[in-house]
């Protein structure tokens, strides 16, 4: 239900988008958050944004990644700028298709139904 893509190896300072791509049609009304998981760590929120558009980013990626939704297209995006080697991990999509919850409320990964399969992101120093 979740597909998510544009993983990969860059180095520090570097950028990469990612992609999820979602078959909900309730997408609209839909939470979207973007989790990483390193090795031997917890799955930790990176960033959310619920229908208004409204967005919350974990402070250690604000000012350098972005979250956005198009909504004709299904799709939630990740822009990361000025990638850190802290910031590898594995990142996954995830979706709360309950209508219109804010995304205050949604920063805890039980708190999502559908996950993507997750995609490896290496920044390299």
């Known amino acids: 239900q979740l597909q998510a893509s544009g993983g990969g190896l860059v180095q520090a300072g570097g950028s990469l988008r990612l992609s999820c791509a979602s078959s909900?049609?309730?997408?609209?009304?839909?939470?979207m958050g973007w989790f990483r998981q390193a090795p031997g760590k917890e799955r930790d929120i990176v960033a959310a944004?619920?229908?208004?558009?409204?967005?919350y980013y974990t402070d250690s990626v604000k000012g350098r990644f972005t979250i956005s939704r198009d909504n004709a297209k299904n799709t939630v995006y990740l822009q990361m700028n000025s990638l850190k080697p802290e910031d590898t991990a594995v990142y996954y999509c995830?979706?709360?298709?309950?209508?219109?919850?804010?995304?205050?409320?949604?920063?805890?990964?039980?708190?999502?139904?559908?996950w993507g399969q997750g995609t490896q992101v290496t920044v390299s120093s």
């Open positions: 995830a979706a709360d298709l309950t209508y219109r919850p804010s995304v205050s409320s949604r920063l805890y990964p039980s708190l999502y139904g559908y």
């Open positions: 909900a049609r309730t997408f609209s009304n839909n939470v």
């Open positions: 944004i619920d229908w208004s558009g409204t967005t």
